[in-house]
């Protein structure tokens, strides 16, 4: 175990290391294989290298802002690790993923997205994770038509659950599909970003990309395929284990989910936190989790999420 020692010299303690030692809690957080232990005007780190280094240019990073301004948030500290994470991704994670409607550049904003793309590159299988807004299901759909346009696979497969999110699909006319389709209007936006519009209505009616409830996956093997699962915290045990065993040569799949929203009827359990504990160990299936930092809609957002997320902590 490597240990660094950084002195904190004419530095107000209360102001740089916040509230009972909150900001370098803070940043221990983001290195749970290391330690960071402060004591009077001395931190001492401790554990890999690796981490070890990274740690040390934060805490500069952050004595520098506190020369600057006089002291430091936990904002600030998410801000320092967030931008030193995205120095230690591939670069192919940092580029654009896909060009959409009048040269859009569609890539990954922020550190998870960007993890979630590596993830992507490194496995067959991954689990991305987090609450509305943290763009899962967008960058998912553009890394699914980046493979189709790279010819890295044949076709996309999106599905979801029918899951009634407190709302009624009953009174609505057609078959299921058509009952689904209103609810997978995110997907078709965010395809309609990316695709010019006569190219995405020959690929949906040719079912190069293919859009349908998750009760249409039952008996198919997919070859060749990039498939997404979007609101899968709404799947049961067996719903998921039988969407995962589809998988076929050649194929990738993103499951996304929000473990926040489990709109199951009864307080069935969701088959997505079953399928992460039994499956996260496996050699070629990733987990990724995106939080509150992601949130790439409209600044309120944010807000909104810390919200719920405090009132369901108080449950």
Do not use: C, W
């Not at 389709?181 to 949906?204: F, G, I, Q, S, W």
Request: hydrophobic share 40%.
């Amino acid at each position: 175990m490597v240990e660094r020692i950084i002195i904190l010299d004419d530095i107000s303690l209360p102001d740089f290391l916040g509230v009972e030692n909150r900001n370098i809690g803070h940043l221990a957080s983001a290195f749970p294989k290391s330690k960071i232990i402060s004591r009077g005007n001395k931190i001492s780190i401790k554990g890999a290298a690796s981490d070890i280094n990274r740690i040390y240019d934060i805490l500069n990073s952050l004595i520098e802002h506190y020369h600057k301004f006089g002291s430091i948030t936990t904002e600030n500290v998410e801000t320092f690790v967030r931008e030193e994470e995205m120095h230690h991704l591939p670069v192919e994670a940092e580029q654009a993923l896909v060009y959409g409607a009048g040269g859009k550049v569609i890539k990954a904003k922020s550190m998870n997205q960007r993890k979630l793309v590596e993830a992507v590159m490194q496995h067959d299988v991954v689990f991305a994770i987090g609450p509305a807004g943290t763009g899962k299901t967008y960058i998912s759909v553009a890394l699914a038509v980046r493979a189709l346009k790279n010819k890295e696979v044949k076709k996309i497969i999106i599905t979801r659950p029918a899951v009634e999110a407190g709302e009624s699909l009953g009174f609505l006319p057609g078959d299921l599909k058509e009952k689904v389709d209103p609810y997978l209007r995110p997907v078709y936006d965010a395809l309609e970003d990316m695709l010019p519009r006569e190219k995405l209505r020959y690929y949906l009616e040719h079912d190069i990309i293919e859009i349908a409830p998750l009760a249409y996956m039952r008996g198919r093997t997919l070859h060749r395929a990039f498939i997404l699962l979007d609101e899968a915290q709404n799947t049961t045990h067996n719903q998921i284990k039988m969407f995962l065993t589809r998988l076929g040569p050649q194929s990738k799949v993103i499951v996304t989910g929000d473990t926040t929203q489990i709109d199951l009827p009864n307080h069935q359990h969701s088959g997505l936190l079953d399928a992460i504990d039994l499956l996260k160990d496996i050699e070629g299936i990733g987990v990724i989790y995106l939080e509150r930092k992601d949130v790439v809609r409209h600044k309120l957002v944010k807000q909104i999420v810390a919200a719920y997320e405090k009132e369901e902590k108080k449950k």
